[in-house]
């Protein structure tokens, strides 16, 4: 299965310690697969995302990577009370890493997903919720779809998170993060959280 990561800190910690720390969690994550690498640095003003099919040693090592720490406007967080980062290491179970958008951290409908697990009735999903559209090959889209569906007939997030755990199939842990709201969600079906 995959590995997930991600932390919140002040926004007066220093860049190079928010990138001393992503790099090692996304280490330690990447036995948990190599196939592709991603990361969403956000606080209350932005999201920047950027992902590659690459394991994260290669990650770090690329421009885009580099490019991503300097476009990001940390200078942005002094007005910030905080400063998140998630991040996600693959091991492909379905839609190729060879296309950008079946890797994570996925983005729609102005949320951003990262997801440990597999949903094994996806398709199921799709078909029987004719009001989603599916976009991606990746399972972690029905994911986002159905909360975001969810949401426009309720705002209790127990409610949302039951009715989720009532459809989707398999094992999951998920973190989103609402660009519209700057809330970040955080839960699981299989109570690996640490």
């Avoid at 029987?128 to 007939?153: C, M």
Wanted: glycine share 6%; charged share 25%; aromatic share 10%.
């Amino acid at each position: 299965m995959c590995g997930i990561f991600g932390f919140l800190s002040k926004p007066e910690v220093p860049l190079k310690d928010v990138n001393k720390t992503v790099k090692t969690l996304a280490l330690l994550s990447e036995s948990r697969g190599k196939e592709a690498s991603g990361l969403a640095f956000f606080d209350q003003n932005e999201i920047k995302v950027y992902r590659e099919p690459v394991s994260f040693k290669k990650f770090f090592k690329s421009k885009n990577y580099n490019n991503l720490l300097t476009s990001y406007n940390f200078d942005s967080r002094k007005k910030s009370e905080y400063v998140g980062v998630v991040g996600h290491s693959r091991l492909v179970t379905n839609g190729g890493q060879e296309k950008d958008h079946n890797n994570q951290p996925v983005i729609k409908d102005e949320t951003v997903c990262v997801h440990n697990g597999i949903i094994t009735n996806v398709d199921e999903l799709w078909e029987q919720e004719d009001n989603l559209k599916r976009l991606y090959e990746i399972d972690t889209e029905v994911i986002v779809s159905l909360f975001r569906h969810l949401t426009q007939t309720s705002t209790d997030c127990q409610l949302i998170f039951n009715s989720l755990k009532e459809k989707l199939q398999g094992t999951y842990t998920v973190v989103l993060v609402l660009a519209d709201s700057n809330d970040l969600l955080l839960f699981t079906n299989n109570g690996s959280l640490y």
